[in-house]
């Protein structure tokens, strides 16, 4: 029985950061989605995608990448509570989904994830190809439309605006029902 738990744990993750691979935490993302109504708030789904890593492969070679996908990972670790679902996806992809969250405290979490990235500054391959993130959310409601290949569609769109515009910054997708939720919290708040 522990072995084959054992065995169960390792196809689940990913063998050089430990955490989930692609199929378990778009498994889990489905599972988790497919029972939103019984959230308590709202959801975020962040794609991260590691900005110049291709830069420090070419220049220290791979061992010194994997330090560096493997300290993300940590950073990663470090900036969600142990419900939350936290992946890497593949190459230097990443992802994130935190149940129980606001449209505002969203976009923080993206801005505490690029503060903690700034760990990685001494890895970059040069100063002008510096490390950093990328990152792109989505945030929807409980009771919003779609499901969760929209919801990762969303998550990429942002992502990609973030690379359009430069790097290094964080996008987040809010539905329409959560920005109107928004702004109903603000005029009961006036």
Not at 37 to 53: H, K, Q, V, Y
Not at 69 to 80: C, M, N, P
Not at 117 to 142: M, N, T, V, Y
Request: proline share 3%.
């Amino acid at each position: 029985l522990a072995r084959q738990e054992e065995l169960e744990a390792l196809s689940s993750s990913d063998p050089l950061t430990g955490l989930l691979n692609r199929r378990s935490f778009l498994n889990e993302l489905e599972r988790r989605f497919s029972r939103r109504g019984g959230w308590r708030g709202g959801a975020a789904l962040f794609f991260i995608d590691l900005d110049n890593f291709k830069a420090v492969n070419d220049r220290h070679g791979h061992q010194r990448g994997d330090v560096v996908l493997a300290t993300v990972a940590r950073i990663l670790r470090d900036q969600i509570r142990s419900r939350d679902l936290a992946a890497r996806l593949g190459g230097d992809e990443f992802a994130l989904f935190i149940e129980d969250i606001t449209p505002a405290a969203a976009r923080q979490k993206g801005q505490d994830l690029l503060k903690a990235a700034r760990e990685l500054a001494p890895f970059s391959a040069a100063p002008d190809h510096p490390l950093g993130l990328s990152i792109g959310a989505a945030f929807c409601w409980p009771d919003d439309d779609g499901d969760a290949a929209a919801l990762i569609e969303r998550a990429d769109q942002a992502m990609y605006a973030v690379k359009h515009r430069g790097k290094g910054g964080v996008e987040v997708d809010v539905s329409e029902t959560a920005e109107v939720s928004k702004t109903a919290e603000k005029e009961t708040a006036s």
